[in-house]
Every structure is written in structure tokens, then in C-alpha cells.
């Protein structure tokens, strides 16, 4: 875990947003499940989690006048390994204008369409009564069950869910990754990760099967977490919102300080 952030200016937390994004993927270089490489120009993450995300390359560097060649072997590495889509990233001091020209060539496509938000967490929410009971995931069994539970609530396919499983299962339970599970009538019916990265609390993977939703089960999933930050010290919480999640996080506090974007490139046919 890093030096947590006491800078809480709007510039620096929304720095904050991303860099606990990369933070984040960089940390899967602690599963056997994945594979990450450094080189000069930043570090790229493969693994069989079959969503962009979790197979990229992270740009911590301005293009020289080899960008061509990075660009080119990045592509080939993933190709390589029938990895049929991957993300491309900049690190927070970097324009996406640095390397837009030199990606859009080689048909990388541009996305930021991802709210990044912010919350100061001396200003969440008092806790309240809900019939929600959440626990930290413990063991496999229960990381099973947190795995079915993302799957239902994001709808996600059969072969993710299982790439999910063999990924997380490796960075163990102990912080700075931790997953919760939430029970109502002792049925697990909802999910959050909470990562401790670049001096911020991280809130990732907030799912709720369909059948419990509209009972603010969502929000307890997020604020759980982050109440444990805050106990643990930290001062700011984060996340990357989704389309569905973005009016409960508002109404948490969070605000939106940028756009999360990034450059997307995906095999011809696939």
C-alpha cells in the first residue's frame, strides 16, 4: 500500500482516479494467473479474463520516434496470444494527444466515456440500519460465491466469470485488495472490491443480482468499504462509474472530477 493521499485539491484526486486504475492492473503481476511485463516505455497485463481491461498496456511515456515500433509490438505480444482485444493507457501526466495520432493510424479506436468520481470520506453518509449483511470474502468457497454473484449482476459470460475466479484467487484476502459480499436472508446477493492504491481507496466490481436491486443494496456495497478506509486513515475514495451506477454514486456524494479514457484496439474479425 502506498503513502495515502492528503492533497484533496480537485486536480490531484482526479490524478488519483487513474492512477489507482494502473495501480490496480499493475497488482495482478501478483496472480500466477497473469502476466505482466515492465520495459521502458511502462508495463503491459495479460490474462484470461477475456475483457479489455484486464489485458492492456499502460504508456508512462510521451511517443519517441519509435512509437511505431512500441505500438506494433505491443500489438503482436497480444496477437500472439489470441488475446483478441486489449486496452491502451496513459499514464495521468499525459495527454491523450500524445499518442492519439500514432494509435488511431494503426486502428486503435478512443473511448472516454467512463466517469471517474471522488469522495471526500470525512463527508460519507452516517451508517445506517439495512437488512444487508456484508463480509469480507475469507476463503475460496466465498470467493466462488462473490464470482457467481459479479457474473449474475453484470451479466457476465461463463468463460469471464472463470478467468475472474483464477485471477483473484491468487491475490489472496489481506489488503491492499479485499472483496465483500453482501446477504440478505443469508443469500449472497451482491459485490465490491475495495483496492488501497495510489494513496486513495478504490471501489471496483459493485454488482447486485437482478432480483435485489431497488433496495440500496448497492449502496451499502459501496460505503462498506470505504468506511473501512477511512478507519484505516484514508481520505479520499474513488471509482470509475458505470452507466447504471452512476445516479447511486451521486447520491452517495461521490462527484465526477474527468473522463477515464483510454485507446481500444480489436483483432479484424473478431
Known amino acids: ?61 510521451p511517443p519517441a520516434a519509435d512509437a511505431s515500433h512500441v505500438i506494433d509490438e505491443a500489438v503482436n505480444y497480444f496477437q500472439a ?16 494527444t500524445a499518442w492519439s495520432q500514432h494509435l488511431l493510424a494503426r486502428g486503435f479506436q478512443y473511448n472516454n466515456s467512463t466517469p471517474g468520481m471522488a469522495i471526500d470520506l470525512a463527508a460519507l453518509p452516517q451508517p ?14 466465498m470467493l466462488t460465491e462473490w464470482i457467481d454473484i459479479l457474473k449474475r449482476g453484470f451479466g457476465m459470460p461463463t468463460p469471464m466469470a472463470s478467468g475472474f475466479l483464477s485471477v483473484l484467487g491468487d491475490l489472496g484476502t489481506d489488503l491492499p485488495i479485499r472483496q465483500y459480499l453482501g446477504y440478505l436472508n443469508d443469500r449472497p446477493v451482491a459485490c465490491s472490491t475495495l483496492y488501497l492504491g495510489a494513496g486513495v481507496a478504490g471501489i471496483y466490481n ?14 451499502a456495497m459501496t460505503l462498506a468499504p470505504l468506511y473501512e478506509a477511512h478507519d484505516l486513515g484514508y481520505r479520499a475514495g474513488i471509482l470509475q462509474s458505470s452507466d447504471m451506477g452512476y445516479g447511486v454514486y451521486e447520491r452517495l456524494g461521490f462527484q465526477k472530477l474527468c473522463q477515464v479514457d483510454y485507446f481500444f484496439w480489436q483483432a479484424p474479425g473478431s
Open 128 to 141: 445506517t440500519q439495512h437488512p444487508l449483511t456484508i463480509r469480507p470474502v475469507e476463503d475460496r468457497h
Open 1 to 61: 500500500m502506498t503513502e495515502i493521499m492528503s492533497d484533496l485539491s480537485q486536480t490531484s484526486v482526479a490524478t488519483a482516479v487513474k492512477a489507482n486504475l494502473y495501480a490496480f492492473f499493475d497488482w495482478m503481476r501478483n496472480s500466477a494467473a497473469a502476466t505482466v511485463h515492465d520495459s521502458p516505455h511502462g508495463f503491459n497485463w495479460r490474462t484470461n479474463i477475456a475483457h479489455p481491461w484486464f489485458n492492456g498496456m499502460l504508456s508512462t511515456l
Open 81 to 96: 496470444h489470441d488475446v483478441p482485444n486489449f486496452t491502451w493507457w496513459l499514464a495521468p501526466q499525459l495527454e491523450p
Open 206 to 219: 459493485v454488482a447486485t443480482v437482478p432480483e435485489a436491486r431497488g433496495q440500496g443494496v448497492g449502496s
